[in-house]
């Protein structure tokens, strides 16, 4: 017998709009260890029979046992092969989309179209069967608890129109934690909720695809042999479990499986983005969906991107992306008369893809999913597009997280931000209101770079030329913080490397803004009020874009906070100065464990340093002394960029104790050329 040979696709119409061809399997009737038989039907998914479609993982070990299919065999991975012997009817055919099966794996041009179909075929499923593998002891008890909670939340879920939460705001389960009845439920199955935990340690919830796939199925079942609970239930419990674990990073898929539950609410099928629009189906902003899901994994690197085009704004309105530079971010008559126009030419944009298809009106090539591209030009056109489209700013430079030295073993541009491999740190400049770049904390100042241009590839793809200014050399850096769990956070031992004077002792000088020394550095450590805002949790951050007086709330008590903790380390034999008084009493609002815990969140896996002028910062793990601080115009922080012959080498994104760097201050004085000449730096 030979592989299946694969009946090719319809072609895409030259004019015309070309329906969504795909195939459905049939998957013929058995039992037990009978062989797996099929056949394949092409369709057109927007008008095809009633069918079911499979989330799963791939894993890796082939199976023992083909696929037979029309006189010809498919390969297909163990844990497929043990998931369609537990879907297989034993009496009648069963109508399925399965990805192995129905797209071609070993036709690259497929494989790219069929990416772009992949939200359709979920979206118009009967169902959606998320296959979450064998059998556990306890598992039935593990269905049971969550259809229990599910109930609960069902009672006792606040409606967004009771005025609880602003449509508008990002939405969270804080309030369910606090219900008596799960924390009841919850002490009284304590074995039952290790075991859930355990069940979320589950590949599946570790998959890129399979967000996508959640997202768009109006149905989702969750399935484990013959047991079967509604995938919302289970979803349901996912904050508890979160709450219960210690995490110091912001993209943990925790995080995002309870922000994708409580997406799928009654109430909130649409969330506000960056445009102004309300774009159907789509979670977010691009940018926002590559930093929440980066945890997650990919059997192939470049699907770490293409998984998300059909659920991100840019993804479903593509030409939005290619003109919100010039949006502003008010609800001016002016603002309001940009977005109508942004919505012609989308409908536009529209109707020309439908008649011209393949042509793809609007649609920039980094947001095309093209498999002919490299893992690193994917990466890279798709950074460059970012930065273009996001108003010229930044954010996307602080997803750039090195695990080692990029000057001496990488075939990525230093500046990409390398999307298959997990969160080292928790991102500084992509979530606060840090503005170091923007003109009077404003986006009028754009990012000025060089040789990246909107309708035409770049001349130097690989090398970032972009303006920005000098801030100092850094002359002295601590070990890496690595906060283990029930570790003590090792500040003073930190201290140690950039000071002769210990901790306890308050400084004979105080920091270059007044403030004494120690403070300065407790500061640094928690990137200002950042640490105070992420200890209470990532939804913190987000309020503060719909509740800004916030931000002085978290500033006032990362500093009280600071302080406390400062006070509990001097020693005792200090006199009753204005100094110490001050501290005192800046004291008394804070909680020293507050700092301790919104400390570790920022520092771990990062280095505090001091520069030749005496500035303090939190940085990359890999900087060293040599490196520079650096402000590129757009960006929300300062960067540590290297010298290294004639170019920079990117390090990462930094904080720095200073309100006139931090909040944008100094760019006003250096784009008007009274102070700090600009410079243009040449990143590889």
Same mark, same amino acid.
């Given at each position: 017998?030979?592989? @299946?040979?694969?009946?090719?696709?319809?072609?895409?119409?030259?004019?015309?709009?070309?329906?969504?061809?795909?195939?459905?399997? /049939?998957?013929?009737?058995?039992?037990?260890?009978?062989?797996?038989v099929?056949?394949?039907?092409?369709?057109?998914?927007?008008?095809?029979?009633? +069918?079911?479609?499979?989330?799963?993982?791939?894993?890796?070990?082939?199976?023992?046992q083909p %696929?037979?299919?029309?006189?010809?065999?498919?390969p297909?991975k163990?844990?497929?092969?043990?998931?369609?012997?537990?879907?297989?009817?034993?009496?009648?055919?069963?109508?399925?989309?399965?990805?192995a099966?129905?797209?071609?794996?070993?036709?690259?041009?497929?494989?790219?179209?069929?990416?772009? @179909?992949?939200?359709?075929?979920?979206?118009?499923?009967?169902?959606?069967?998320v296959?979450?593998?064998?059998?556990?002891?306890?598992?039935?008890?593990?269905?049971?608890?969550?259809? /229990?909670?599910?109930?609960?939340?069902?009672?006792?879920q606040?409606?967004?129109?009771?005025?609880?939460?602003?449509?508008?705001?990002?939405?969270?389960?804080?309030?369910m934690?606090?219900?008596? =009845?799960?924390?009841?439920?919850f002490?009284?199955?304590?074995?039952?909720?290790?075991r859930?935990?355990?069940?979320?340690?589950r590949?599946?919830?570790?998959?890129?695809?399979?967000?996508?796939?959640?997202?768009?199925?109006?149905?989702?079942?969750?399935?484990?042999?013959?047991?079967?609970? *509604?995938?919302?239930?289970?979803?349901?419990?996912?904050?508890?479990? +979160?709450?219960?674990?210690?995490?110091?990073?912001?993209?943990?898929?925790?995080?995002?499986?309870?922000?994708?539950?409580? =997406?799928?609410?009654?109430?909130?099928?649409?969330?506000p983005?960056?445009?102004?629009?309300?774009i159907?189906?789509?979670?977010?902003?691009?940018? &926002?969906l590559?930093?929440?899901?980066?945890?997650?994994?990919?059997?192939?690197?470049?699907?770490?991107?293409?998984?998300?085009?059909?659920i991100?704004?840019?993804?479903?309105?593509?030409v939005?992306?290619?003109?919100?530079?010039?949006?502003?971010?008010?609800?001016?008559?002016?603002?309001? /008369?940009?977005?109508?126009?942004?919505?012609?030419v989308?409908?536009?944009?529209?109707?020309?893809?439908?008649?011209?298809?393949?042509?793809?009106f609007?649609?920039?090539?980094?947001l095309?999913?093209?498999?002919?591209?490299?893992?690193?030009?994917?990466?890279?056109d798709?950074?460059? &597009?970012?930065?273009?489209?996001?108003?010229?700013?930044?954010?996307?430079?602080?997803?750039v997280?090195h695990?080692?030295?990029?000057?001496?073993?990488?075939?990525?541009?230093?500046?990409v931000?390398?999307?298959?491999?997990p969160?080292?740190?928790?991102?500084?400049?992509?979530?606060?209101?840090?503005?170091?770049?923007?003109?009077?904390?404003?986006?009028?100042?754009?990012?000025?770079?060089?040789d990246?241009?909107?309708?035409?590839?770049?001349?130097?793809?690989?090398?970032?030329? !972009?303006?920005?200014?000098?801030?100092?050399?850094?002359?002295?850096?601590?070990?890496?913080?690595?906060?283990?769990?029930?570790?003590?956070?090792? !500040?003073?031992?930190?201290?140690?490397?950039?000071?002769?004077?210990?901790?306890?002792?308050?400084?004979?000088?105080?920091?270059?803004?007044?403030?004494?020394?120690?403070?300065?550095?407790?500061?640094?450590?928690?990137?200002g009020?950042?640490?105070?805002?992420? *200890?209470?949790g990532?939804?913190?951050?987000?309020?503060?874009?719909?509740?800004? *007086?916030?931000?002085?709330r978290?500033t006032?008590?990362a500093?009280?906070?600071?302080?406390?903790? %400062?006070?509990?380390c001097?020693?005792?034999?200090?006199? /009753?100065?204005?100094?110490?008084e001050?501290?005192?009493?800046?004291?008394?609002?804070?909680?020293?464990?507050? @700092?301790?815990?919104?400390a570790? !969140?920022?520092?771990?896996?990062?280095?505090? @340093?001091?520069?030749?002028?005496?500035?303090?910062?939190?940085?990359?793990k890999?900087?060293?002394?040599?490196?520079?601080v650096?402000?590129? &115009?757009?960006?929300?922080?300062?960067?540590?960029?290297?010298?290294?012959?004639d170019?920079?080498?990117?390090?990462?994104?930094?904080?720095?104790?200073?309100e006139d760097?931090?909040?944008g201050?100094?760019?006003?004085?250096?784009?008007?050329?009274?102070?700090?000449?600009?410079?243009?730096?040449? !990143?590889?």
């Amino acid at each position: 017998m030979s592989h @299946y040979c694969y009946q090719p696709l319809p072609p895409i119409a030259k004019w015309g709009m070309t329906p969504p061809f795909t195939r459905l399997m /049939l998957l013929a009737p058995g039992n037990g260890l009978d062989p797996l038989v099929c056949s394949l039907t092409i369709v057109d998914i927007q008008n095809a029979p009633q +069918y079911e479609a499979l989330s799963y993982v791939w894993g890796h070990d082939l199976a023992s046992q083909p %696929v037979w299919c029309e006189g010809g065999f498919i390969p297909i991975k163990s844990n497929l092969d043990v998931a369609l012997r537990n879907l297989r009817l034993p009496g009648q055919s069963r109508r399925l989309w399965v990805d192995a099966l129905c797209i071609d794996q070993g036709n690259t041009s497929e494989r790219t179209r069929q990416v772009g @179909y992949m939200r359709l075929v979920y979206k118009h499923a009967a169902r959606t069967i998320v296959w979450l593998g064998l059998k556990s002891p306890g598992i039935e008890e593990v269905f049971q608890l969550a259809e /229990l909670v599910a109930d609960l939340k069902s009672v006792h879920q606040p409606s967004p129109s009771a005025g609880s939460l602003p449509a508008d705001e990002p939405a969270t389960d804080e309030s369910m934690l606090e219900l008596p =009845l799960i924390t009841e439920v919850f002490n009284a199955h304590l074995e039952t909720v290790t075991r859930l935990m355990d069940f979320f340690e589950r590949q599946y919830f570790m998959r890129i695809w399979c967000v996508q796939e959640i997202v768009v199925s109006s149905w989702c079942t969750a399935k484990c042999e013959d047991l079967e609970v *509604n995938f919302m239930s289970l979803l349901s419990t996912i904050i508890h479990v +979160y709450m219960r674990r210690s995490s110091f990073l912001t993209g943990q898929p925790f995080q995002c499986w309870n922000f994708l539950y409580m =997406l799928k609410q009654p109430g909130r099928s649409n969330v506000p983005n960056l445009y102004g629009h309300e774009i159907e189906g789509s979670v977010g902003p691009l940018r &926002f969906l590559l930093a929440s899901t980066r945890d997650f994994q990919a059997t192939d690197a470049r699907d770490k991107v293409f998984s998300l085009l059909g659920i991100s704004d840019e993804g479903l309105m593509p030409v939005l992306g290619q003109t919100t530079v010039f949006l502003a971010d008010s609800d001016s008559l002016m603002a309001r /008369l940009w977005r109508q126009v942004q919505r012609r030419v989308a409908n536009r944009a529209e109707r020309l893809n439908e008649t011209r298809p393949g042509k793809d009106f609007g649609r920039n090539r980094a947001l095309k999913a093209d498999y002919s591209k490299s893992t690193v030009e994917v990466y890279r056109d798709l950074t460059r &597009f970012l930065m273009r489209s996001s108003r010229g700013m930044l954010g996307v430079l602080s997803h750039v997280q090195h695990i080692e030295d990029p000057s001496t073993s990488d075939t990525f541009p230093s500046w990409v931000p390398k999307w298959h491999q997990p969160w080292s740190a928790s991102i500084i400049g992509d979530v606060g209101f840090y503005v170091a770049g923007m003109c009077n904390g404003h986006s009028r100042s754009f990012a000025t770079i060089h040789d990246n241009h909107l309708s035409r590839p770049s001349v130097r793809p690989d090398i970032l030329s !972009i303006g920005g200014y000098y801030v100092d050399q850094v002359i002295s850096v601590s070990p890496v913080f690595e906060c283990a769990i029930g570790e003590e956070l090792p !500040i003073q031992a930190a201290w140690s490397h950039l000071f002769d004077a210990p901790f306890s002792q308050l400084a004979p000088h105080p920091y270059r803004t007044g403030e004494i020394l120690q403070m300065a550095f407790c500061q640094s450590l928690q990137a200002g009020w950042l640490g105070s805002a992420l *200890n209470r949790g990532p939804e913190s951050v987000l309020r503060v874009a719909f509740t800004p *007086n916030l931000k002085d709330r978290f500033t006032q008590q990362a500093h009280a906070d600071a302080a406390a903790y %400062v006070l509990l380390c001097l020693s005792d034999c200090h006199p /009753l100065t204005s100094v110490l008084e001050s501290l005192q009493h800046a004291a008394a609002r804070g909680s020293s464990v507050h @700092y301790t815990q919104g400390a570790r !969140i920022i520092c771990h896996s990062r280095r505090v @340093y001091m520069t030749q002028k005496g500035f303090l910062g939190i940085g990359p793990k890999i900087m060293k002394n040599g490196d520079e601080v650096c402000v590129l &115009f757009g960006g929300r922080v300062p960067y540590i960029l290297r010298p290294v012959q004639d170019h920079h080498v990117f390090i990462g994104e930094t904080y720095v104790h200073d309100e006139d760097v931090m909040l944008g201050k100094l760019i006003t004085a250096v784009q008007s050329h009274k102070q700090l000449p600009t410079v243009t730096y040449e !990143i590889k």
